[in-house]
């Protein structure tokens, strides 16, 4: 990652500990939940590894060509979904090609994502802008949204807490908001 290697380290925890707590979430759930979460830990441990500071692991070539076919294989129950119709799933898709694609990039800029910043290239020298800038408004947008839903409304006093997600939905929300949020800080450094 472009800078100190602390927020390479701090975008590394973040997205381990998303990765964890759906790990947790998938344990508790059944059906399209439990797969969901899974790809969430997928996800989360992936982006988690794509994180690391490449003075503690700069990966070889071939590590980030698993990455590309892990993500890729990721995005298929995504598109199934999407072409569904599947709102959720759409964003899974988005997310899984969103790492596919920082990973052609560190493959054919070494230097560039991640790792940005300590392989030689400047940052900003992998990656297509245009689908780089539509990427970040999509995360950007997603980020927004995601974090209005958690922003406490004011409700009356005699009804119940109309509006808000519950408790556990609450948490993976928050899930998603910061992994969508370590998306946005990879590709900034793409």
């Known amino acids: ?101 920082m990973a052609v990039a560190m493959v054919v800029a070494p230097g560039a994502g991640a790792h940005a910043g300590h392989g030689g290239a400047a940052p900003g020298t992998g990656g297509v802008p245009l689908l780089t800038g539509a990427l970040l408004a999509y995360f950007g947008a997603y980020v927004l949204r995601s974090g209005t839903r958690l922003v406490p409304v004011a409700v009356p006093s005699g009804a119940a807490g109309a509006g808000r997600p519950a408790a556990g939905a609450e948490l993976t929300l928050v899930c998603r908001l910061s992994m969508a949020l370590a998306m946005l800080a990879m590709l900034l450094t793409l």
């Open 1 to 101: 990652m472009h800078g100190p290697a602390l927020s390479g380290w701090l975008l590394v925890v973040v997205c381990a500990a998303g990765g964890a707590y759906c790990l947790l979430r998938m344990r508790r759930s059944s059906g399209e939940e439990r797969r969901a979460a899974g790809g969430e830990a997928v996800m989360g441990f992936g982006m988690a590894a794509m994180a690391l500071p490449a003075t503690v692991a700069a990966p070889p070539e071939w590590v980030l060509l698993l990455y590309v076919a892990v993500f890729g294989l990721a995005a298929l129950p995504g598109l199934s979904g999407a072409l569904r119709g599947e709102g959720h799933h759409a964003h899974h898709l988005v997310g899984s090609l969103a790492m596919v694609y």
